[in-house]
């Protein structure tokens, strides 16, 4: 038997008022006991080997740690709301709150293009990416292979023709290499040879590997020849700098950048906090705070207008066939489920082709010559319809759920009370069915705030006056700053982050408030 | 309101949903195939773009259809079971943090989630390392990732829906004697049919038309689903050409949506509820 949560007294006071005789232990408990564990089990043996392959401990611990808890919990009689709220949070936890909380923390960093890796890794990419040939140093008949999944060099030396292996480690000789008469390697013992098709389609990897000879390097050029090689550019752990080409660039931590003295900084750098920086850079960048009240207005209208007109349409129809004399509701109900149906990314490019100017089916049909999406105006209303039309059955769908739940006597009871079906729509049904909906229609206008398919797919924030081609007529602040820190500048994960850190927050205050004024509401049946 | 006004008012809502519709229709049999032959009545008929479709080299359509159809099936059972074990406990139960977590879901669910994509990219980047059948271009990795927002929406749905289910019942099963795992399973459960309908209905749509998630995981067109597969045929230059291939592919991609409705309507319809509440 498990505990009833309902068994503790409501007003909590004291032991238990009235104790009941305790239930006998059933086979499903035992069974499901049972479950529980074996599910706990068969995930640590499935998922553990691979960690301690990879070595990643904490990783480890955390797992173990999650399974003790999953298995303790459900092996007690206490925490009963916990054994229904886990499973689901488990996911929500792993793939919704985790990158969302790693989301924000790259929000205090520099991280995008030119500042992916750590400095260890910017000071390898630099020193190998400034390797020069060593004048007369000699050229190996190289062949890519693959030793398990890693990329390693075979090495045919011109002279001796003596084969070696070379991986990020450095150079090893190799036994039993069947050699070509191109001096390429056909095949060798343990090793998976690279076909030419292959070996280009890992060309990134092939230029990327160094492999440490002597005191330069062997790197590749091309996909059969390797050669030795020097940095032009070396990292000096003395002074914190690479020097080279006759200068020394200084490493900044602040900027996550090696500057020389005249300022100029090397392509590639790496990862560092940058504190409120990105923040700042949001509310003093002229092009974006310049902007902002005017997409944030449209954008306000934009979720508005979605969620009201979809809900209106969408509660109109379900009311309108919510009749018992309702005659063809089966047809209708599939009819206008249709364009819920239908995948809403085709059909948004569809709706976007059926507004073209010159073929589109609008101006066809309405015998117009009108430029829907190159005027803010219409094309504003444009995203609107397109949005309304995607949407509303979705709120039929809702409304029609929720209908069910509500009695029909209390409408009956009112009509005999002598209420107009208006009074009784607005005094009793309206009420009732906001009681199931209002978070659904909060979440609906959060969901189009940020619908960012809905303008991407029909207008790509478009027109653009002709004086400014960063803001249309019709982006939303998340269209808007995805452009700014995804456009032509290259990735700024880090400036992103903290733009969409921003957006969150106010659709969270929105939220919040509007949250706050139905809690009473909701109180009233919870 | 009068019977007939009804039938009028519904009549030109259907007209409004099913008009775009029959563009698409009419797109799929027009033999011509292109964006700028197309009017909304069909000038001619044939199958000729199903038949382009169906038989396709670049495009395995049926393969992108068996990948959708099963992950969508599969996750949105997964994630009804997961919300409606969290909605009764958040319906039924009262429990420190009970109001936090709610509020909670609703904002988790507000992130704009696709700026989120990088990270998650690095995460199944890891995943694939160490576990590649979840990894990247499974089915399985990008049904854990759709999971991840099984509570949210459909968890206020249907606590939205639980709340309007009278708690005498629940009551008196358990001075019957019944365990709140009982309750759950043949109480509520029955009760709460409607709302599990729909809302699988809205999990199986939703996970259809899943684009942005669906587009960074699956790369090899083997298994990718509708929405990444489809999008790619009229990229770029196939835009006007490939427009009635398209069409085609885009009624097929709601045949399987539309037999989930027919399939639950009668559930949808029937009010459960109603009748539980004068019991």
Known sequence: MALDVREVPRKGGGPKAAPRPRREITTAFVVSRIAVLAVAAAILLYAVPPLVAAESWVSLALLGAVSAAIAYLYLTRRFIPAKYLVPGTVFLIAFQVFPVVYTVTTAFTNFGDGHRGDKAAAVTAIETGSVRQTPGSPEYAMTAALRGDELVFLLVDPKTKQVRLGDAKGLSPLAGAQVGTTGKVLAAPGLTVLKAPEAAARGQEISALAVPAGDGVIKANGLSRAVEGKAALVYDAGCDCVRGNGDTWMADESQGFFVNAKGEHLAQGWQVGVGLDNFARVLTNPTISGYFAGVFGWNLVFALASVLGTFALGMSVALALHHPRMRGTRFYRIALILPYAMPAFAMLLVWRDMFNRDFGLINQLLGANVDWLGETATARFGVILVNLWLGFPYMFLVTTGALQAIPRELTEAAAIDGATPWKAFRRVTLPLLLVALTPLLISSFAYNFNNFNAIALTTEGGPFPADNPQVGGTDLLITYTFRLAFGAGGAQFGFAAAVSVFIFTIVAVISAVAFRRTRKQEEVYA | ?279
């Not at chain 2, 773009?49 to 259809?65: E, I, K, M």
């Not at chain 2, 990247?136 to 709340?163: I, S």
């Not at chain 2, 019942?169 to 399973?185: K, M, P, R």
């Not at chain 2, 996970?207 to 790369?219: H, I, K, P, Q, Y």
Request: charged share 10%; proline share 4%; hydrophobic share 60%.
């Open chain 2, 1 to 279: 309101m009068k019977l007939a006004l009804r039938h009028v008012f519904v009549l030109i809502v259907c007209a409004f949903a099913l008009f775009p519709i029959l563009f698409v229709v009419s797109a799929a049999i027009n033999p011509m195939g292109t964006l700028a032959s197309t009017d909304l009545l069909p000038t001619g008929a044939s199958l000729v773009n199903f038949a382009h479709l169906l038989t396709s080299d670049s495009y395995p359509f049926g393969r992108w259809f068996f990948n959708s159809v099963f992950i969508a099936l599969v996750a949105s059972f997964a994630s009804l079971l997961l919300s409606m074990l969290a909605a009764y406990a958040f319906s039924r139960m009262r429990f420190a943090g009970r109001r936090v977590g709610l509020l909670a879901l609703l904002l988790i669910q507000m992130f704009p989630q696709f700026l989120a994509i990088v990270t998650i990219f690095m995460i199944f980047t890891r995943v694939t390392e160490l576990y590649p059948a979840f990894g990247f271009n499974t089915v399985w990795g990008l049904m854990l990732l759709y999971l991840g927002g099984a509570l949210g929406v459909n968890t206020w749905l249907m606590k939205g829906f639980l709340d309007t289910v009278p708690k005498e019942l629940d009551e008196a099963a358990t001075v019957d004697g019944a365990t709140h795992a009982q309750i759950f399973w043949r109480v509520i459960m029955p009760l709460v049919t409607p709302i599990l309908a729909v809302t699988a209905l809205l999990a199986f749509i939703g996970t259809m038309s899943e684009f942005l998630m669906a587009n960074v995981f699956l790369r090899d067109p083997e298994s990718k689903t509708l929405a990444v597969g489809m999008y790619g045929m009229i990229a770029g230059d196939h835009r006007n050409a490939n427009f009635g291939m398209f069409a085609a592919a885009t009624l097929l991609t709601a045949i399987p949506t539309v037999s989930v409705f027919l399939w639950l309507q009668k559930y949808i319809v029937s009010g459960l509820t109603a009748g539980a509440v004068k019991g």
